[in-house]
């Protein structure tokens, strides 16, 4: 989506969402806006909505909506092991600070589960944190995930299988509005 504030970007896999080389920097190079700046960031591996403000007067506004929580973030992941629950929330501090993940399986085998996630804040890794805590860590997660597992196939998934397919939230500039985006699925996320 894009309007005169605001445009949403489709992140892949592999970049970062600010600094050299970044997303960040290729939409600025893109649109020729120098002023472009990212409102949010997804991990280097996480692929999806990436929400950029055209000036600094629009980056602020939307900054000071995400502080209110009032922003509605959905990522679909693929996880170790299966997921019993239909639905489930995880309230656990990260860094000292309150973090909330909301989990609803999709799908699920033994080995593995389709998940959808909406998080009510956005601390760094939460979901990745979140669910390893629970013992279903992102597939592909170097960091948090798994070291050893059954079917030697969850071991080589080349990148963490997590993906920021929507976001909401009221537009900061314009009253009664909303800026709503989706991102289906990348092939890599689906063939596995």
């Known amino acids: ?8 970007a489709d992140k892949p896999s592999g ?29 280097r591996d996480t ?30 992941t693929i996880v170790f092991g299966r997921f019993d629950q239909s639905a489930s929330t995880v309230d656990q501090e990260l860094d000292g600070e309150r973090a ?35 013992r279903h860590p992102v597939l592909g997660d170097r960091e948090h995930g798994v070291k050893f597992a059954r079917d030697p196939r969850l071991l080589t998934i080349p990148r963490q299988m997590l993906h920021a397919s929507g976001l909401e939230l009221p537009h900061p500039l314009m009253s009664g509005k909303t800026l709503k985006a989706h991102s289906p699925l990348p092939a890599d996320f689906r063939r596995c």
Do not use: N, P
């Open 47 to 76: 692929t999806g909505c990436l929400l950029f403000a055209k000036s600094a007067a629009a980056f602020d506004a939307a900054v000071a909506v995400f502080k209110t929580r009032r922003v509605s973030k959905l990522y679909q």
């Open 1 to 8: 989506i894009e309007d005169d504030y605001y445009l949403v």
């Open 100 to 134: 909330v993940s909301h989990i609803q399986r999709e799908a699920g085998s033994k080995d593995a589960s389709f998940l959808k996630v909406k998080i009510e804040t956005g601390r760094t890794h939460q979901i990745r944190r979140h669910l390893a805590a629970i």
């Open 15 to 43: 970049m970062l969402s600010v600094g050299e080389g970044s997303a960040e920097e290729l939409m600025r190079t893109q649109t020729q806006l120098s002023e472009l700046r990212a409102v949010h960031r997804l991990d």
